[in-house]
């Protein structure tokens, strides 16, 4: 008996899927809240949350249809039945009983920008007016959180961005967006400076409570967004407070750059002419005899960024090796580290991690590698850090050089950071107290 109720909710289960597939999935966002959700000029919706709803439902295979309105007017569509989900909404729990939440798209900092120059000891001690969007996310929950804040409404981003733009406004309060998976340092608009984060939090899809068919073709499709895919699209908004560059200063502008990179681009196809046989023969057979002589202190070999070769699948796990091993070097002296080559020195080749990575070839394999470092140790690492692709043996081999990072290098964040060095040829974790001794040592003159 059990078994045939069981068998009767599956079939239901995939029924309930296939029906709401059937029909376009009508989404509520907001119609002004810029890098969001807004209208361009021909009133179509656009934005981050709409760009990742659209690669849902491509993941999900269903067709979306986007009304837009205000985030009151959302949230009442969807408790309505008029739209079967809000793109977009901060978790509140106690607010909304009618819509349940489901897993985050992308994470915000509710940020408070003062002109520089304007320096209160404390929020309650701002005595001027502060710029804020009307109808954002976290329009509401400032107004109850901060009762003595004197708040400047804006009924649009481009009010509030003009009068930042001029420096005309002593402070404003702006949601910034980073990936949930990967923190970024926010991008300071000109004349204006970090004050305090007021709110952090996740935005997520709101759904109406019950609707349990919608829920299970989110998660269904959710789930097939990789977090490179959602970083791709963070990418296309950022900075978008910058003052634009005057259209009669594009041209010339253009011109010079293009006029710079041809004369960059022939010397240095110049140079690579007269030294490429002799320097990248030398640098193989280099790299040959430092792979016969094996890992030391200044050299690792990896067998895969992420391919478990025992498992004979992908396997995230590994992806937090490689990172370990870069900050041990970084936090050391420097050093190689091969990938694509087993401990005894077995030539095994990328191909398979390749194949585990949506962009198959080594321009992706470089993506996702640069992602992890960008995650978990930070963008400013890169610049120790130099990656490059070679062919060995008919197979690719990823060659990362590391010089010794200008400042201390943690894995992770918060109270889950760690901190590694290089000894005896492989990645050590310190302790609190030996870190604080390591890193006095080691960095003395700086």
Known sequence: MQRTILILLLIYLVFSVQAMSAKAIRIATQKDYYPYSSLDSLGNPKGLLIDWWKLWADKAEVEVEFITGSTNECIEWVEKGKADVVAGLYFE???????????????????????????????????????????????????????????????????????????????FIYDFPYPVMDYREVTNPPGYYQFMVIISDKIRPGIKKGNTKMLNLLLEGSAKITNEEALDILDEYDDFFKKPIPYEWIIPILIFIIVAITIGYLRLFRKQRNQLRSHELTNIDELKEIIIKGENDHVEFKSSLRWDYKQSQPNKALENVIIKTISAFLNSNGGMLLIGIDDEGNFLGLENDYNSISKKNQDGFILALTNLINQH???????????????????????????????????????????????????????????????KSHWKNQ
């Open 93 to 171: 729990e106690n607010k909304n009983n009618n819509i349940k939440y489901s897993e985050s798209i992308i994470s915000l900092n509710t940020t408070l920008f003062l002109r520089r120059g304007y320096r209160p000891k404390s929020v309650h001690e701002i005595d001027k007016p502060i710029g804020i969007i009307r109808n954002e996310l976290s329009h509401q929950n400032i107004e109850n959180k901060y009762l003595g804040l004197n708040l400047e409404y804006f009924n649009t981003f481009e009010e509030l961005r003009d009068r930042v733009r001029e420096k005309e406004i002593a402070g």
């Open 377 to 439: 140790i930070g963008k400013n690492a890169h610049k120790f850090i130099d990656i490059n692709i070679l062919a060995i043996n008919n197979m690719d081999l990823c060659v990362i050089n590391m010089s010794k990072s200008d400042v201390p290098i943690y894995v992770g964040k918060n109270d889950q950071q760690a901190f590694y060095i290089r000894a005896s040829a492989s990645s050590q974790p310190l302790s609190m107290s030996e870190m604080v001794s390591y890193i």
